[in-house]
């Protein structure tokens, strides 16, 4: 399983949320984790070419993979990653 690493900007947008929502969000990204592929890559605007995985419909999470990590860039509101 590869390592999970977070951007400032990425441990601000945690912070933001609820308790129940950063659970969701951080069993996102151990699956993320596992299977860094599962999620599909957004092909345009602000994240383009980052994964991405909507939580609660609510919550967007961007992430970029490496060889031994996954990269949590962003966890922004919905209505921002348009």
Do not use: T
Request: overall charge positive; hydrophobic content about 45%.
């Amino acid at each position: 399983m590869r390592r999970i690493r977070w951007s400032g900007e990425a441990v601000a947008g945690l912070a933001a949320l609820s308790r129940s929502e950063q659970e969701r969000v951080l069993h996102r990204l151990e699956l993320a984790a596992e299977f860094p592929r599962m999620n599909p890559v957004r092909m345009r605007a602000l994240f383009k070419g980052l994964r991405y995985s909507v939580v609660s419909r609510r919550r967007v999470v961007y992430c970029r993979e490496s060889a031994d990590a996954v990269e949590v860039v962003a966890v922004v509101p919905g209505q921002r990653a348009r």
